[in-house]
């Protein structure tokens, strides 16, 4: 019965879908009151009901309902209780649902928190976010229904992938989507405002927030997805450029870009249309890697279904999408007259010219995670884009772009002077040399990981000598507190999300540094590495609750003192028949002591053994960049919304 409720509520939530992409629409060009506000009601339904299916979805997979195909599929009695609900979407039809969850909650949102917005903007923006549920919705009903019953009953599911079986990865999806989707408000907005025509001041400020909010979610997302990658996939590393990978960083780089730009329309009035551009982009890259994960196209441990009929289903759904937002845009974009002037070297140059990379680096990106799959396609080749490909490219354009963001926020609006900002930032600038030169030259370590050293200290430093100018730290050190105090936290937020990415760049470079072993021995035998002496004690069998194991303990020692005890498993899930590896991590936040154990022959045992200096500032600074975001989100301008628009002299007339 419960599944059936829950098919039941996907139905209804797609009917209610359909009449809030129309109803408001047609009270926003009508002008009529009831017709716009019938969105926020609909909007509200659609939430309610997808709510519904949600939860009989994890009901079924707590329940173990083997009545379910999904639940047989991707669940089993024996998983605990955090795998089991997981597993709701740890799979491909439940991910859906999640999928639509989440953007039925930002249709909420807006319902709720968009009250000050004006009623045809609000019913507009309800609208595109209304078609695009009811798009997502008739996928998950026509080829992904998660409900779909399977007779007779199976004993018992086939449980979850061992690989997905792990925390990182049950809370990764959640936060991913809530940045993915996030993206579909933003887009609603810009395709809202090209009905309108109309692209202001206000409409920057009441984007921002959606765009910081999604911003930050996806930052945590692609952050824990690649901290999961680290110590979950056994290989050492954190990022491998893997084309799903990509899928999420192309979305990120589009967002960063607009939620700069989205600070000019808001102080300047200018890039209105760049703006609109990139709202329909970000959202569009989130479609693309929604159609890359899903549609098989791509082979990669994080795909999710290997399915033509679905990818063909999905394409469609994008080619309609990203169709219609971009015919709109060609032909609406020219009316949206920019009125802001500003002056190449100023605040706003600065911000272009971060968009500009930002954008160049998604578009590289983009090229080398489609270029094997055409490759393929049309010349019948085999080809594969990897990390030297990316280094080449990304990094060159990465350097500027490292630069722009710490000169930039010391920047006057609409003109500037070189000499104040040399001024401010010349120490800066002499300790990321130094640094430099004393990792490259004195230490004679590679070049790119002292650049590296050097790019995170200047942007650190510049991101306090930011807050310290703002708060006249030195020229007023006794009302510093005060005018500390008084800093919006919109500053406070930029100020710390800079920091936070020269703090995730601090532990990219260090890994540059990183060795490793791969080496098989005898209990007993020792290996240097790293300046650490690491001892095989021993092998010996062990039980989880759903897996054997092989777990071996390795000490590690300096200078005769015991630094720490590595036990890495190597697992056997007999029900998936599947083995994975389980990494066993030591970290002093200055480097990881890292040991996977491999295949055993005789009685050697092969393990794989890294020193990884710096590793856990990867992640600390991802961290740190989404609490700016929050910051930045917490500020009161974003909490109270934007102020009435200015009248024109029409509306004033009338």
């Known amino acids: 019965m419960i599944p059936e409720i829950g098919h039941f509520a996907l139905a ?10 129309v109803l408001p629409l047609v009270g926003a060009q009508r002008g009529e009151a009831r017709l716009m506000a019938s969105g926020a009601g609909l909007a509200t339904g659609v939430l309610i009901a997808v709510g519904a299916a949600f939860a009989a979805l994890l009901w079924c997979f707590a329940e173990n309902d083997t009545t379910v195909t999904n639940v047989v599929q991707n669940s089993h009695s024996a998983k605990p209780m955090l795998y089991k609900l997981s597993g709701a979407w740890g799979n491909h039809e439940g991910s859906m649902v999640l999928w639509v969850l989440i953007l039925a909650l930002c249709g909420g949102a807006v319902a709720v928190f968009g009250r000050g917005l004006p009623a045809a903007l609000r019913a507009r923006v309800l609208a595109v976010l209304g078609m695009i549920a009811a798009g997502f919705l008739a996928f998950v009903l026509a080829t ?14 086939q449980g979850l992938n061992p690989v997905l079986q792990d925390p990182g990865l049950a809370f990764h999806p959640p936060l991913l989507y809530l940045g993915y989707v996030g993206t579909a408000v933003t887009f609603a907005f810009a395709v809202a405002a090209l009905i ?3 692209v202001d001041a206000a409409w920057g400020r009441w984007v921002r927030p959606w765009a910081l909010a999604s911003w ?6 692609i952050a824990l997805g690649s901290w999961w990658a680290y ?8 990022w491998f450029w893997d084309p799903v990978e990509n899928a999420s960083l192309l979305p990120w780089l589009a ?4 939620l700069h730009s989205a600070i000019v329309v808001e102080k300047r009035e200018a890039l209105k249309t760049w703006s609109i551009f990139l709202a329909i982009l970000a959202f569009s890259m989130s479609l693309l890697g929604t159609f890359l994960v899903r549609s098989g196209v791509l082979n990669s441990v994080h795909a999710f279904a290997n399915d033509p009929e679905r990818g063909v289903f999905i394409l469609a759904l994008l080619f309609i999408t990203m169709g219609g937002a971009f015919a709109l845009f060609a032909w609406r974009a020219p009316a949206l007259v920019p009125t802001g002037v500003f002056a190449p070297l100023s605040r706003e140059g600065a911000l272009v010219l971060n968009n500009l990379l930002l954008c160049t680096i998604a578009a590289v990106v983009l090229v080398g995670t489609l270029y094997p799959m055409f490759a393929d396609l049309i010349l019948r080749a085999k080809i594969s884009v990897g990390p030297p490909f990316y280094q080449a490219t990304v990094f060159p354009l990465a350097l500027p772009l490292v630069l722009a963001m710490a000169a930039g926020p010391l920047m006057a609006w609409k003109r500037a002077r070189a000499w104040p900002v040399l001024q401010r930032l010349w120490w800066v600038a002499v300790i990321a040399s130094l640094v430099i030169a004393l990792v490259w030259l004195v230490q004679g370590l590679p070049v790119l990981p002292a650049l590296g050293f050097g790019a995170a200290c200047w942007l650190i430093l510049a991101a306090f000598v930011d807050v310290a100018e703002r708060i006249a730290l030195f020229s007023r050190p006794r009302a510093a507190f005060a005018r500390a105090r008084g800093l919006p936290r919109a500053a ?3 100020a710390v999300a800079h920091a936070g990415f020269g703090i995730s760049l601090l532990g990219m470079a260090g890994m540059g540094l990183a060795t490793e072993r791969l080496t098989a021995v005898r209990p007993g035998e020792t290996i240097l590495l790293g300046g650490y002496e690491w001892r095989l004690e021993g092998v010996r069998d062990a039980v989880g609750p759903n897996y054997t194991a092989r777990h071996a303990t390795v000490t590690v020692t300096r200078n005769g003192s015991t630094v720490a005890v590595l036990e890495p498993e190597k697992r056997n899930f007999p029900l998936a028949r599947q083995s994975t590896t389980e990494a066993a991590i030591h970290t002093t936040w200055a480097s990881d002591l890292y040991a996977v154990m491999g295949e055993e022959e005789g009685d050697r045992a ?3 053994l890294h020193h990884n200096p710096l590793a856990p500032w990867i992640w600390l600074g991802g961290a740190v960049m989404a609490l700016g975001g929050g910051i930045s989100l917490s500020d009161r301008r974003a909490r109270v919304g934007a102020p009435a628009r200015r009248r024109t002299a029409a509306e004033a007339r009338a």
Do not use: I, K, M
């Open 492 to 494: 406070w937020g930029g």
């Open 144 to 157: 992904s229904n998660p409900f779909t019953r399977v007779w007779p009953p199976a004993v018992d599911g």
């Open 606 to 608: 092969t393990l794989r």
């Open 231 to 238: 110590y979950e996939l056994g290989w050492g590393g954190y």
């Open 12 to 21: 209804l939530a797609l009917a209610l879908a359909l009449a809030q992409s």
């Open 196 to 198: 309108e025509g109309r």
């Open 216 to 221: 930050s979610f996806l930052t945590l997302g």
């Open 255 to 258: 967002g960063c870009a607009l």
